[in-house]
């Protein structure tokens, strides 16, 4: 895992020196990333520069270091990420006459390209990469990105320079770097509580989307092409065998994919939750480990949101060596601060917390952790796939004025009343959340179609641009790619993979980890499974009131299913009392009237009137408010 950056002089400005020192400032930016070695390559005439910091992970000697070139000395790369059946192409490579130094798999995928070309052998890796590839014979750079957006990848121009970079970080070191802030992308991220891509919070600044290969030559601009999409992988033609037959082919697969992403010349780990999809990866984990291996979890004080329980009762079972850290308002209160470092867009997801920090206890012992990100968006986790479809057959068959009835009954308490009356349930059956999602029922009610329920569902306020000074939405490719799912719980999979996955989970997993120097490796989205996945039937993945069935199933013959079913928490803190409480002071600076007006992004009086709302209890949307707190601490910090 790795860091890389680098750039294009248009025109030609700079000379070799001037190229290199601008290359080491943007990696240097990305040092947490990889602080082991970092390199420069240029090659002047053409005005490239190409950047990298190293976290060593496979082939430690210096044959594995970036930037590399090729034996033909045709090609020059920097990388990020891991293929992981680089032994198999490396074997395959060999048997045509190709000969390697090292036994890093930078080398493999380097002489592959001069083999295979650029798209035919991103099409044979399986593995999460962001590369940046020079081709000295056509004078052009690729930049190409996995298939599900695992590793991050920024590009843009700015003035006469072409640059990229794993995070903006190493694109603000660059000479000449005159920011401005994309309005509509704060509207945008105020909707979802991320920016989505291809946008970032900067103008003329992008995501490179995932699944994509861009290309551009010195003077030219650059052209975007996608090599996987997920549009092509939802609309496969379902199979149809038994549910043992199914069951089987999963496991398999999920333990090829373990077994892959086992493969370190480091120490290893689990990150544990206690949740399905991370205890089905220890399970398989420990299965294919001949001693135990290192398992981590983050608890919380609060009871009701702790699943650290959870977690040691999965490691006592597969017998890992296990770790524990508890999280209080305090010490997330001293942490706070430093969230627009390691997140440097506005980032509202307030599980970044707990994901640093158990990314910072796991780096302790380790250096890479599997983990069981993005099964909820392969399986069918989320809750909402199944509660959006009940309400939708319920609305259905209701007239207008029923619907509203239904709405004004919901919100007739207050959220905070709702909550009161939660507690007449026992403590182990108490709803969570319950005014929360009493209000947010009422708002799906008054929606007129399933893509409307969706989208209210995802969203923190139904009205960003009220909050904005200026500033407007627009609809993303994958909105439009979803109409052609007619199934309601499979176009809102969908969505969350092309949306949500990439631009929150993996965002949150990625910079919450690298900024601790730890690589986090996620199995279960293994293009391999998500292929699978898609060619089974909807009951593959719910059946009746069950999510995740097929995962659930793979799972159960690992670990007992009194440890496993349980209701689904998440990674969630307790951000309401903490903001009413421990984080008030802060929160009620950052949202200041005065110190908002001087920022110019967000209108006062909207603001603060959301603010005061939740604080009095007329509204509780805790992660809306989040949201804005982090846009006005990245503002603090970067503006």
């Known amino acids: 895992m790795c860091g890389i950056a680098g750039l294009v002089d248009l025109k030609r400005n700079l000379d070799g020196n001037e190229l290199a020192l601008q290359g080491k400032r943007m990696a240097d930016a990305l040092y947490h990333r990889g602080p082991d ?3 420069q390559w240029t090659d002047a005439p053409n005005g490239l520069a190409l950047s990298f910091r190293r976290l060593a992970i496979i082939d430690l000697s210096p044959s594995g270091r970036q930037p590399m070139v090729s034996r033909d000395q045709r090609y020059a790369i920097v990388y990020n990420g891991e293929v992981y059946n680089f032994q198999d192409l490396r074997s395959e490579l060999v048997g045509q006459g190709v000969s390697f130094h090292g036994t890093s798999d930078t080398e493999v995928i380097l002489e592959a390209f001069g083999r295979w070309g650029i798209e035919g052998t991103v099409k044979r890796l399986i593995g999460m990469f962001a590369i940046a590839l020079w081709d000295r014979d056509e004078r052009r750079l690729w930049l190409i990105r996995d298939r599900l957006g695992i590793k991050p990848l920024y590009f843009g121009t700015v003035g006469d320079q072409f640059l990229f970079g794993s995070e903006l970080k190493a694109l603000r070191a660059a000479e000449g770097w005159q920011p401005e802030i994309d309005r509509d992308a704060v509207a945008a991220y105020l909707r979802f509580n991320y920016i989505p891509a291809p946008r970032s919070i900067y103008k003329n600044i992008f995501k490179l989307p995932p699944g994509s290969l861009l290309s551009i030559t010195p003077g030219g601009d650059p052209d975007v092409r996608r090599y ?3 549009a092509d992988v939802v609309q496969q033609e379902r199979i149809e065998a038994s549910d043992d037959q199914v069951v089987n082919a999963a496991e398999a697969l999920m ?5 892959r992403r086992m493969v370190a010349d480091v120490p290893l780990g689990a990150l544990l939750s206690g949740g399905v999809d991370s205890t089905t990866v220890a399970a398989l984990m420990q299965a294919e480990s001949d001693t135990p291996i290192r398992t981590f979890t983050i608890g919380f004080e609060d009871a009701t949101y702790d699943e650290a329980g959870d977690a040691r009762a999965v490691a006592s079972h597969i017998g890992s060596e296990h770790t524990e850290l508890y999280l209080s308002a305090n010490r997330a209160r001293d942490l706070i601060p430093q969230l627009p470092d390691w997140y440097d867009e506005p980032f509202g997801d307030s599980s970044a917390l707990p994901t640093r920090l158990v990314s910072q206890l796991a780096r302790k012992d380790v250096t890479v952790a599997l983990s069981g990100d993005g099964g909820d968006e392969v399986f069918f986790g989320y809750n909402r796939y199944i509660a959006a479809e009940e309400a939708w057959q319920r609305m259905s068959q209701m007239s207008g004025w029923r619907r509203q009835l239904y709405a004004t009954a919901a919100e007739s308490l207050s959220i905070a009343a709702w909550d009161r009356l939660a507690k007449v349930f026992p403590a182990e059956r108490r709803p969570r959340m319950l005014g929360d999602k009493m209000h947010k029922l009422a708002s799906v009610f008054r929606q007129p179609d399933q893509n409307a329920i969706y989208l209210r569902l995802v969203s923190q306020w139904d009205d960003p641009a009220s909050f904005m ?11 439009r790619t979803a109409d052609q799912l007619p199934d309601f719980a499979e176009r809102m999979a969908f969505l969350d993979t092309m949306t949500y996955l990439p631009d929150d989970i993996l965002t949150k997993v ?10 986090v490796r996620v199995p279960l989205l293994d293009h391999r499974l998500i292929e699978f996945a898609w060619t089974l039937p909807k009951r593959m993945r719910i059946r009746g ?3 995740k069935w097929l995962l659930r199933e793979v799972c159960y013959r690992h670990v007992p299913r009194e440890i496993v079913d349980r209701p689904k928490m998440g990674f969630a803190i307790p951000l309401d009392k903490w903001l009413r409480g421990p984080l008030h002071e802060w929160a009620d600076s950052l949202l200041d009237e005065k110190r908002i007006l001087e920022d110019g992004l967000f209108e006062p009086i909207a603001v603060r009137n959301a603010w005061e709302g939740f604080l009095d209890g007329r509204g509780n949307n805790q992660h809306g408010i989040w949201g804005l707190l982090q846009a006005q601490a990245w503002l603090e910090r970067w503006a």
């Open 255 to 259: 333990r090829d994919a373990v077994r």
């Open 37 to 39: 070695t970092g390199g």
């Open 545 to 547: 009131s069950m999510t």
């Open 228 to 230: 996987w999409t997920m």
């Open 510 to 519: 990625d910079r919450a980890s690298m900024s601790t120097s730890l690589e």
């Open 469 to 479: 000074v200026e500033g407007s939405e627009t609809t993303g490719e994958a909105w």
